[in-house]
C-alpha cells in the first residue's frame, strides 16, 4: 500500500502542483470579484449621497441667500 502512495506522489511534482492551486485560485478570484462588487456598490452608494448632500446644499445655499436680501439694510 505505500508504494501506492509514493508512485502518485512522485508521479509528476508540477501536475501535482498545478491541480493543488487550482482550487485555490479559483477561490482567491471569486473572492476578488465579490470584493469588486461590493467595492462598486459602494462606490454607488457613496455617489448617491454625495448628490443628495450637494442638492441639500443648494437648497441651504438659496435659503441663506433668500435670508440676507431680506435682512439687508437699503441704502
Known sequence: MPALFKTNA???KAGA???ASEP???GISIRL???VRDLEQTLREERRALAEAEQRYEK???KYSTLLQ???PTV
Open 10 to 12: 512522485t508521479g509528476s
Open 17 to 19: 502542483a498545478e491541480a
Open 24 to 26: 485555490a485560485v479559483a
Open 33 to 35: 470579484q465579490e470584493r
Open 60 to 62: 441651504l445655499e438659496e
Open 70 to 72: 431680506r435682512n439687508s
